[in-house]
């Protein structure tokens, strides 16, 4: 399973990953939240580890934790994606039925989402037809993005995906239909239905819209939480824009799903939008990941709003967020209200990638909107609006950039004094939480643990490099009960001799053979955390560290040979005396050889 489903490929469906050098990629995790990027993957040894949060393993373990499954369940996903049909022991294939409970749910929203596609050219979706020809999209652009329609019936749904082979209870579960009186009863019923995909592509929830005048119900209706389905984990198009938001390292928040088919129609294939809730902090970590969000990478986040009072207050909500983004973020406003959709219609395609183009930065907006409320001409209305926006200026990180928008302030105010406007700034409420905080460093590990860990990661990713060698090692030439245990484990797997050149191969041995979790801990994280050796180098680097744990060794065997030697009497005990300063001297006779070798003079 694992040989068809290559981990960079699948772990790329979740996240941006960039080379990071020596066959490794780099991202940022998607299991904690992060600033930089400490999330790595070795395709050579399908591995993946976090230096982060110490999540790891191989790419069924990955699936299992970034879908919440089960062991069976992340193998049957795999090979659903590599379109392998399973077949148990016992013999026959794995009815459909026995499947895990999110496979089926999968497989019931696809079964529903092409059941509304085809109900979409039937007479009576009419109104759907004509609401989309209005809005400027083309039966074309309706199959792009899987738009269909829901029959105004009670059970039209219900009785396609039951007559399938799915049951009633999975069909509420998924939130595909409620519970009736006499059975299950559809969800959407005489209604435009787009279908909301994850970023591998997958259905896992509609969005309703509202076209007939006796539908009682709220213009745009969602799939309610579900096992597949979390309105504040979902953005409407990720599927389709999450590789033109990594190349183009932008990603424009929209607020419908028509207002996401006009950006990519109008040339902004980076458009997106929330489902049914406001933009906030999980969503933050959804585009972070495809964005390579990180000081070192620099970026957009554009949010269009509304040009109205709504419109501005929304913006001003995510002025609340926008430092969760490492990267820039903007707003575009259209002055005359209209949104994407509106704005494609009246005056075309250029017209939406011109209100991009013409984003503002978010901290102005923030800024500006807020002074904008007070009358300007007056002292008293000028202390006003200062003293409104000193917050805002005072909760920027960046130093820099905090001191320049307290000029701007200055010269939009009409102050021209930007000492007293820096001292109103520096006296706000909460100002010191808007100041960066150091982070705490990280204790400095030993030199001793520090070559140890070179030496094992060595051996778990280049074990040809050190062979016999390594293995005639005695394990108390490690000083840390980890290093102890996961030599134990490359001595339990059969040691270095044969392992040829390691690989995937080896590295599942010695997961085979390390049943403590710390050690298959280890064994995850060496399988993907470089050595500090460049290729051309290896081999001497690898002789190199092997002398250096040696030579640790034997000095701390002289030390012990030195303490005794001082507690012993050479006129009382002369044997003994001679015995352990000949051994003295043949511990150092050692180590005069090992650190030749270690820096590479023999």
């Given at each position: ?271 997106v939008a929330t489902c049914g809730t ?294 009382d005990d002369d044997q003994e005396h ?14 005069k050889v090992l650190l030749e070798r ?5």
């Amino acid at each position: 399973m694992r040989e068809r489903s290559p981990i960079a490929e699948v772990i790329g469906e979740h996240i941006q990953l960039r080379n990071a050098g020596g066959g490794n990629l780099k991202g940022l995790c998607p299991f904690h939240d992060e600033k930089s990027p400490s999330f790595n993957v070795t395709p050579e040894r399908g591995m993946f580890y976090c230096f982060g949060c110490s999540e790891g393993g191989d790419v069924i373990t990955f699936v299992e934790k970034i879908e919440h499954l089960s062991f069976g369940e992340a193998v049957e996903r795999l090979a659903q994606r590599a379109g392998i049909q399973l077949q148990y022991e016992q013999g026959g294939y794995v009815p459909r039925r026995d499947h895990g409970e999110r496979a089926r749910l999968i497989e019931a929203h696809r079964a529903a989402a092409e059941f509304y596609v085809g109900k979409l050219m039937s007479p009576e979706a009419a109104p759907g037809r004509r609401f989309l020809s209005e809005r400027g999209f083309e039966r074309a652009d309706a199959e792009t993005f899987g738009v269909g329609y829901a029959p105004n019936e009670w059970e039209a749904l219900a009785r396609h995906l039951m007559a399938r082979g799915f049951s009633a209870d999975e069909l509420v579960k998924g939130g595909l239909a409620k519970e009736g009186r006499r059975g299950p009863i559809d969800r959407f019923r005489g209604r435009l239905i787009w279908p909301i995909r994850d970023a591998t592509g997958d259905v896992i929830g509609f969005g309703a819209r509202k076209l007939l005048d006796s539908d009682d119900g709220p213009k745009y209706l969602n799939t309610p939480d579900s096992p597949l389905y979390k309105k504040s984990q979902v953005l409407y198009g990720i599927d389709l824009a999450k590789r033109e938001i990594s190349k183009r390292a932008q990603a424009v928040i929209v607020e419908g799903y028509t207002d996401v088919m006009a950006c990519h129609l109008a040339g902004v294939p980076t458009a997106v939008a929330t489902c049914g809730t406001s933009f906030g902090e999980e969503h933050i970590k959804i585009l972070r990941r495809f964005l390579f969000d990180q000081a070192e990478f620099r970026g957009e986040v554009i949010f269009t709003f509304d040009g109205d009072a709504a419109g501005q207050k929304a913006a001003l909500r995510a002025f609340a967020d926008e430092q969760k983004f490492v990267t820039q973020t903007y707003v575009a406003v259209q002055g005359d209200g209209l949104d994407p959709c509106d704005l494609r219609v009246k005056q075309g395609d250029a017209a939406v990638r011109d209100l991009i183009a013409s984003r503002e930065p978010l901290f102005q907006f923030a800024i500006r909107s807020t002074i904008a409320r007070y009358d300007l001409r007056s002292n008293e209305g000028k202390i006003a609006a200062l003293d409104a926006a000193a917050p805002i200026v005072a909760s920027i990180k960046d130093v820099g950039l905090r001191k320049r928008y307290a000029i701007d302030l200055d010269r939009w105010l009409g102050f021209m004094d930007e000492r007293f406007v820096m001292q109103r700034i520096a006296e706000a409420p909460g100002v010191q939480q808007g100041r960066r905080r150091s982070a705490p460093q990280a204790a400095p590990l030993d030199p001793s643990v520090r070559v140890e860990r070179e030496l094992l990661k060595l051996a778990v990713q280049r074990p040809a490099l050190l062979g016999p060698s390594f293995d005639a090692l005695d394990p108390q030439a490690f000083t840390t009960p980890d290093h102890i245990a996961l030599h134990k484990v490359i001595t339990a797997a059969g040691g270095l001799a044969g392992a040829a050149h390691g690989g995937r191969e080896w590295v599942d041995r010695l997961l085979e053979h390390a049943y403590e979790e710390g050690s298959r801990v280890l064994v995850t994280r060496f399988a993907v955390e470089p050595f500090q050796a460049d290729a051309e180098v290896e081999q001497r680097y690898a002789t190199g560290i092997l002398a250096r744990v040696e030579t640790m060794a034997v000095d701390r065997a002289i030390a012990q040979a030195k303490s005794r030697l001082q507690r012993i009497n050479p006129v009382d005990d002369d044997q003994e005396h001679r015995r352990l300063f000949g051994e003295l001297l043949a511990l150092e006779k050692q180590r005069k050889v090992l650190l030749e070798r270690a820096t590479g003079n023999q």
